[in-house]
């Protein structure tokens, strides 16, 4: 095979490695089952409902704790901060199964604080909670790295001129901070919400 015909043939091979699944799914919908039926059952609903109220769960607690994290971390520069931003991104090459094993290790009906959480009557083991615990320990990670990339990259004497001006530190934050570093939040929330 010629490097020319190469450069066509293997993106398309590659393309058709995620094309034809896909592809099969749709064909094995339409023929093997009424779609329309399927659509308008209840428990389809019900799913779509819990998938809706999870994952926006999911965001806005990415959004209210990763943010100030991420803050915190590009701003420091001591080695904790680089030790816990590399930690934070371990869950990012976890496979999706040992991810949940190890939140059952933590959190299960058998585990470090499971049997407390169970005797204070409170279970999450296939609950919503659970879900949203699931959704958040893979996909925060994704909003607090965009985060912290926006802040890392912002230039700190713009804060320093609000202080010298007279700001406190929230309004700083509220009113210089976060219109910069704007378009890393959002795409880190895309992230999230994907």
Do not use: C, H, K, N
Request: hydrophobic share 55%.
């Amino acid at each position: 095979m010629t490097v020319q015909r190469a450069w066509v043939v293997l993106p398309g091979l590659f393309g058709a490695f995620f094309l034809l699944p896909l592809l099969g799914l749709i064909w094995f919908a339409l023929t093997d089952g009424d779609v329309a039926a399927e659509l308008g059952s209840s428990t389809t609903w019900d799913a779509l409902r819990l998938s809706l109220f999870s994952s926006t769960l999911t965001l806005v607690l990415a959004v209210l704790l990763g943010t100030p994290l991420a803050y915190l971390l590009a701003a420091s520069q001591a080695s904790w901060a680089r030790l816990a931003a590399t930690l934070l991104d371990l869950p990012l090459v976890l496979p999706p199964v040992v991810s949940g094993i190890a939140l059952l290790t933590v959190f299960g009906r058998r585990s470090y604080l499971g049997d407390p959480l169970a005797e204070a009557g409170i279970t999450l083991s296939l609950t919503t909670a659970a879900v949203v615990m699931a959704q958040l320990f893979v996909a925060a990670p994704y909003y607090i790295r965009a985060a912290y990339a926006g802040f890392s990259a912002m230039d700190p004497r713009f804060e320093g001129v609000a202080y010298t001006l007279g700001l406190s530190r929230w309004r700083t934050f509220r009113s210089v901070t976060l219109p910069l570093v704007w378009p890393a939040l959002a795409g880190g929330a895309d992230i999230v919400l994907q």
